[in-house]
C-alpha cells in the first residue's frame, strides 16, 4: 500500500469526526451493539456460528471505520477497496455490519438462514457488500493475491484485506497463498483471528499452527501482533501497516465468544449452535442490554 488514505463514504465514520481517543471510545460502545445484534441474529434463527463473530468486532469494526473505502450505494464501485472475509461460516459479524453501514436493508433477524432469505448461513456475494463466496475454507487468501494482482494489472488504486481464521491455516492452500504473495511483493493486508479454538477443539490440540509469525515471515511478510480486542493497539498497527508497501499480516490474539462467559468456557468457544432463551438473557446482560428491551422471536 503505502497510499494516501482516500475520503471514505460510509454514513458516520469520517476520520474527521473527533480525535483518535473519541473515536475510539465510540468505537467500543459500538462493539457491544454490534454483539449484542450477533446474538439477536443467531438467536433468531437457532443456529449459526456467534463465537468467531464475536471475536471479529473490534478489527472489523475499524476497518470499516478507519481503512475501507467502500460505497454502500455503489458497492461494485471498480475502485471499492476489498475485503476478502474467508472465515465466512462467522457471517453475523459482517452482516450486522453490512445492515449497520446501510449495505443491506432487511432485518437480518428475518433473513439470516431462512429458507430463501437474504442473509445466507455463509457469506455470498449475492448480499451488497460481501466479495467473496465463503464455505469451503483455506481459499480466501488465493482470492485476494488475486484482485491485488488485478489492481497492477488494471492500474487501480485499491487496498485487499482478507480475513482468515487461525483454524483456516491449517488449509494448505493458505502457504500457497502466502508464498505466492511473498514472491510477488503483492499489495494484500491480511488479518488472522488468532482466537485459538475451532470448530471441535482448541486450535493447538487440532493441528499447532505456531509459530504463526516466524512462517509467514519466512514467506517475506511484515508481521504485526496485537489484542484483537483493544482498539489502541489495533490503531497504532494500522499507523505502520499503511505506511508499508507488500504482504502484510496482522495476528489479532482474540477471544472466542467474547466477552460472554459461557460461551468462551466452551472448549470450542461456541462455534456454532443455537441459542436458548436463558443463554440470550445471560448474554444480554454480560453485553450490558436489558433482556426485557430485547424484541427478538425464534423462526
Request: aromatic share 8%; net charge negative; glycine share 10%.
Amino acid at each position: 500500500m503505502g497510499k494516501s488514505r482516500r475520503v471514505k463514504t460510509l454514513p458516520g465514520n469520517s476520520t474527521s469526526d473527533g480525535d483518535l481517543d473519541d473515536r475510539i471510545d465510540q468505537y467500543r460502545q459500538t462493539a457491544q451493539e454490534v454483539r449484542r445484534d450477533i446474538i439477536e441474529m443467531v438467536y433468531a434463527a437457532q443456529s449459526g456460528h456467534p463465537g468467531g463473530s464475536l471475536s471479529a468486532v473490534e478489527y472489523l469494526l475499524w476497518l470499516y471505520n478507519e481503512e475501507l473505502n467502500v460505497d454502500p450505494a455503489n458497492p461494485s464501485d471498480p475502485d471499492r477497496d476489498r475485503l476478502i472475509y474467508s472465515k465466512g461460516h462467522a457471517c453475523p459479524v459482517l452482516y450486522a455490519l453490512l445492515a449497520r453501514y446501510d449495505f443491506v436493508d432487511c432485518d437480518p433477524n428475518e433473513e439470516f438462514r431462512r429458507l430463501g432469505g437474504e442473509l445466507p448461513g455463509h457469506s455470498s456475494p449475492k448480499v451488497p457488500g460481501v466479495e467473496f463466496p465463503s464455505g469451503s475454507l483455506g481459499q480466501g487468501l488465493s482470492y485476494a493475491n488475486g484482485q491485488a494482482m488485478g489492481a497492477d494489472f488494471d492500474d487501480r488504486d485499491y487496498d485487499v484485506y482478507a480475513i482468515l481464521g487461525d483454524g483456516e491455516t491449517q488449509e494448505g492452500n493458505i502457504w500457497e497463498a502466502a508464498m505466492s504473495a511473498g514472491e510477488k511483493e503483492l499489495d494484500v493486508v491480511a488479518i488472522v483471528d488468532r482466537n485459538k479454538k475451532q470448530n471441535d477443539l482448541p486450535v493447538a490440540e487440532t493441528m499447532e499452527i505456531d509459530p504463526l509469525a516466524e512462517k509467514f515471515e519466512a514467506f517475506r511478510w511484515d508481521v504485526w501482533e496485537v489484542d484483537g480486542h483493544d482498539f489502541g493497539e489495533i490503531a497504532e498497527a494500522f499507523e505502520e501497516i499503511n505506511d508499508a508497501d507488500g504482504p502484510r499480516l496482522l495476528i489479532a490474539n482474540t477471544v472466542k465468544g467474547y466477552p460472554i462467559d459461557f460461551m468462551e468456557a466452551q472448549p470450542n468457544g461456541y462455534h456454532a449452535g443455537a441459542i436458548t432463551d436463558d443463554e440470550l438473557d445471560e448474554a444480554m446482560e454480560e453485553l450490558g442490554f436489558d433482556p426485557d428491551t430485547v424484541e427478538v422471536s425464534t423462526k
